[in-house]
Nanobody, 125 residues
């Protein structure tokens, strides 16, 4: 089970740190990713990280502003979001998949083994 947290209301230019905690099993061998869905839009890929943390991949829209990381000892994946923009407003979800690269997580047809419930991020202008 995955549970995302850390969302909230922030002004444009501000920062937030999302956490995705895994329970029930260890996710240290899974590639983990963050996705988001804005009102009226389809879910989109944000960032992903391999189990070792050695490889990351970002959507162009967040590259240079967001950083994904993980602490396998805590079974937790993080998304540090800086320089937030109103267009970053969305429900953010974490997911995990086996035997896949970080870049492959961005493929819309790539199935995930686990999805967590979302956490809402609202960026005001």
């Amino acid at each position: 089970q995955l549970q995302a947290s850390g969302g909230g209301l922030v002004q444009a230019g501000g920062s937030l740190r999302l956490s995705c905690a895994a329970s029930g099993r260890t996710f240290s061998t899974y590639t983990a990713g963050w996705f988001r869905q804005a009102p009226g839009k389809e879910r989109e890929f944000v960032a992903a990280i391999t189990w070792s943390g050695g490889s990351t991949y970002y959507a162009d829209s967040v590259k240079g502003r967001f950083t994904i990381s993980r602490d396998n000892a805590k079974n937790t994946v993080y998304l540090e979001m800086n320089s937030l923009k109103p267009e970053d407003t969305a429900d953010y979800y974490c997911a995990a998949a086996t035997r896949t690269s970080a870049q492959a997580m961005a493929n819309p047809s790539r199935g995930m083994n686990y999805w967590g419930k979302g956490t809402l991020v609202t960026v005001s202008s």
